[in-house]
Nanobody
Framework: QVQLVESGGGLVQAGGSLRLSCAASGRTFSRYSMGWFRQAPGKEREFVAAINWNWSSTYYADAVKGRFTISRDNAKNTVYLQMNSLKPEDTAVYYC?????????????????WGQGTQVTVSS
């Protein structure tokens, strides 16, 4: 069983930055690929970013490319999402997810465990 706990959400003005963290339980965190997804009110969940277990590849949605950066610290069992130049359309609940294989994907259905989510609100 893997438990994921997100933190770092909040209210920020457009153009500002936030860093989300996702702490994972489990001794084999370094073997998981990790992803961030988000869901805005009235919309379906969408992919944001993902990272392979060994940082060999990262993936980004077009909407966040160049503004968001995913990273991980396997020693701390934590994955991060640095969000810069935030826009009101980035407002959503952000979820991290773990996939029990080395290679990340952009499909939410490929992920095995999910956190409870953290709210990000960007004001204009």
């Amino acid at each position: 069983q893997v438990q994921l706990v997100e933190s770092g959400g909040g209210l920020v003005q457009a153009g500002g930055s936030l860093r989300l963290s996702c702490a994972a339980s489990g001794r084999t965190f370094s073997r998981y690929s990790m992803g961030w997804f988000r869901q805005a009110p009235g919309k379906e969940r969408e992919f944001v970013a993902a990272i392979n277990w060994n940082w060999s590849s990262t993936y980004y949605a077009d909407a966040v490319k160049g503004r968001f950066t995913i990273s991980r610290d396997n020693a701390k069992n934590t994955v991060y999402l640095q969000m810069n130049s935030l826009k009101p359309e980035d407002t959503a609940v952000y979820y991290c997810a773990a996939r029990l294989t080395a290679v990340a994907t952009m499909r939410g259905s490929d992920y095995d465990y999910w956190g409870q989510g953290t709210q990000v609100t960007v004001s204009s």
